[in-house]
Each structure stands twice: as C-alpha cells, then as structure tokens.
C-alpha cells in the first residue's frame, strides 16, 4: 500500500497487489484499475512493478477480459513517440544470454538453426563465445524476448537471483505453430473447440514449451490424460 495526496490535502491510500505483474488475474488487475477512491493510472502500476509500458501494454492487449482505457492509449503513444525520437545504441547479447533465451523458449540448437537458416555449428559457436554475439538482433526478433524477460535472465546470470522462473504461459507463436501442425483439432479424437494445450511431458515435470512437447486436446480426452491427478476435476468442469 503507498499513501498519496490529493490537491486538498486529504490523504489517500493506493492498495497495489503484492505479487508479480504477469502473474497478476484479471480481477486483480481491475481492482486496481477501477477503484473509485485510489485508483491506479498505468503510469502507477509501470512504475510500480518495473516493467516497461510495452510490457503493459502487451499485458493488456493479450489478456481476456481487460482492455485499455482511452487515457492509456493516449500515455503509450507518447512514450512511443518520445522513445522513436531518441537515437537508440545498439544492444549487445553474450552467447550465454542467447542461450538462456533460446532455452526460456524451448528450442534446441537445430531448431533454432533452422530458424534463422543458419548452421548448427554457427548457433553452437555462437551461445559458446565469452564475447558479444554478432547475432542478438535475430535472436531476439525470432524469439521475441520481452524486456522484462531480458532482465530476469540476466539477473540470473549475474548472480542476482537464486533461479529463473520460466512462464507457464505458453509462447503465441508456439501456439500458433502447433493448432497449425494440428489442424486446430484434437489430436487424438478429431474434435473442435474448447481445445487446451497438453504437455505429453508435464509441465510440472520440466516439460517445456515446445511445437513437439504439446499437442492440441479437447476437454474429455485432456482431462483422461490427467485423470490420475487433482487437476483432471478442474478440467472435467469447463466442459
């Protein structure tokens, strides 16, 4: 909670939720946003949480049921045309940092070859070098590394933190790539709709979030796959 004032004076409380931004719920997230009394501006909350208002901005746009609001269209188009104006340096990747990217999503050293139609032997070299990488712009612009994620691999690497926490949110362009190889149908029963993403190996058990560790299920045969664990009540109810 921050305490703040009004131009009267009168005192006022801000009740931030105490946990991660992107781990925050849609009901959490509007509590803050819509309080009459002490409601949060998105410049609070950015400041607040220390992510950047692309993050926000993402956060937003890709979560069901928030939207954003007229003023906070207007504040990302001025930070937009205030950072465009400003020259930018060119930002610099260590072979491990690429590494460590590579692996928050999922990809091995041939995938990532083939996706930047390069040789297995240059990603190798490339994530073993000690000096900076000549190929962090494909990295990131194929990987599409968000700031924040950025921040908490090197703050890993640095010692800063004692373990990097990888999404449960699964990559959109993973997604995407495996409702194509699926034909946005169960796998195993040729339904549609109200599909979920099965890890074959569980998340819970390092599955990662990979085209070829997940695979599109309807809801009866993703809650057979877990029939054995709490989770297959939980999934059995969104039927």
Same mark, same amino acid.
């Given at each position: 909670? *921050? ?60 979560? *069901? ?175």
């Amino acid at each position: 909670m *921050e305490v703040f004032y009004t131009n009267g004076g009168a005192k006022r409380y801000k009740d931030y939720i105490d946990k991660p931004f992107h781990d925050l719920s849609v009901k959490e997230f509007r509590e803050m946003r819509r309080n009459n009394k002490s409601a949060i501006s998105a410049q609070d909350m950015i400041e607040h949480y220390g992510v950047t208002p692309n993050d926000y901005v993402e956060f937003v746009q890709n979560t *069901e049921g928030i939207a954003l609001a007229s003023e906070e269209k207007k504040y990302h188009k001025s930070r937009n045309a205030l950072e465009t104006s400003i020259p930018k340096k060119k930002e610099k990747f260590k072979g491990i940092e690429l590494k460590a990217f590579r692996l928050l999503r999922g990809y091995s050293q041939k995938e990532m070859a083939r996706k930047l139609n390069l040789p297995v032997d240059s990603i190798r070299n490339t994530e073993s070098e000690k000096r900076y990488s000549n190929y962090g712009k494909e990295y990131m612009k194929t990987l599409k590394i968000k700031d924040s994620e950025k921040e908490r691999v090197r703050s890993y690497l640095n010692g800063k933190s004692k373990g990097l926490e990888l999404d449960r949110e699964i990559p959109s362009m993973i997604k995407a790539e495996v409702r194509k190889r699926d034909g946005n149908k169960c796998s195993n029963c040729g339904r549609k709709g109200k599909l979920h993403f099965h890890h074959r190996t569980h998340f819970s058990k390092g599955g990662l979030h990979t085209a070829e560790n997940l695979t599109l299920l309807c809801v009866p045969c993703h809650a057979k796959e877990h029939e054995d664990e709490l989770v297959h009540g939980l999934i059995s109810s969104m039927k």
